[in-house]
């Protein structure tokens, strides 16, 4: 288990994190989320010890990460893929962090193996790939065996069927009843992979939740419909003040004739009843789920410290709407059909990425054999 207590912490005169404080259990994958600048490797490298806070603490298993007698048994972290020294081959890298950890060296092989990095452990590390030099990471961060990982953006620089791996790893490590906190800009992949959700921005914690209540929370339902009559839709809306039809950008999945709406505050299984007794032909009819990234950027889009301007001749992006937004569209029956009233790690598989098949264990582990070229 990892805890941060009121961890604060100021550089010069910019305060970095204010009074931040969640735990990562074990048994779960914790995602750590924030724009760029919003304290997340700041909060990890304090729970590491290499940052001492101004006040507040941070304990692995109830204890400081400087009293722990076995760290690397404590604690997997990979905080930086290009950390090993660059002279070094990846080998003696992890043998000489075995060695000083009393690591067998045996484990060295083991990890070696499962990262799929086998085939280049004699190269120095400095001509590693930024792909390979998080593998060596990972396989240094694994080396102990140990009973958390911290791991910040670990999928850098894999391709897709590394981050898979990633992935799998991590949801592992938590099966196994290890604490495993993880953080990553892929959405996507916290969305598969994590429990529980810690929000930061601006140093301050904004959020601690599960990630279907987050989603939830932060982002309102919407129904998605292509119709041909778009005047008989809009009659249909026009006594609910409270429901909004605007025009939607149509994707490769929408039908190709008809237009294509957005409808946020109706109801589903209301709506439908209402469209049935107008008789509105519809070609789509559905009910959109808000993603992970959706609620995130709903959240966190005023906390960024490095803004992006518009792309030139591109429409504002809208990121959802405000999570008081509800379905509140209560039809009635229509006066009449026309217009109705309210209602293992993979193998590297060329010289600059990777890929392969997970390993379905760690300690009690089948290595995982690279079976194609590593990455240069």
Known sequence: MIEIQHISKRFGGKQVLNDVSFMAEDGKVTGFLG?????????????????????GRALIDGKPFASIKAPMAAVGAVLDAKSAHKGRSAYA??????QTNGIPASRVDEVIDLTGIGSVKKRRAGAFSLGMSQRLSIAAALLGDPRNLVLDEPVNGLDPEGVKWVREL???????????????????????????????????????????????????HALRVATPEPGKLRAIFASAPQVRIEPAERNASDPANGEVFRIAGADLEAAARVFAQAQLITYEFIEEHASLEDAYMTLTHSQVQYANREVPGQRPIQYGLPASVEPSFA????????????????????PTDEPTQPSQTVQTMQPVQPTKESDR
């Open 93 to 98: 890298h992890l043998k000489a962090l075995a």
């Open 331 to 350: 039809p009635t029956a229509p006066a009449a059909p026309a217009a109705p009233a309210v209602p293992a790690a993979p193998a590297p598989s060329s």
């Open 170 to 220: 991590c949801r592992f490590y938590a099966g196994q009843g290890r604490a495993v906190l993880l953080s990553s800009h892929l959405m996507s992949e916290v969305a598969l992979t994590a429990d529980n959700l810690v929000i930061i921005g601006q140093g301050r914690i904004l959020e601690t939740t599960t990630v279907s209540h987050f989603v939830a929370e932060h982002s309102a």
């Open 35 to 55: 724009p760029n600048g919003a304290g997340k490797s700041t909060t990890m490298r304090a729970a590491l010890g290499l940052i001492t806070p101004d006040s």
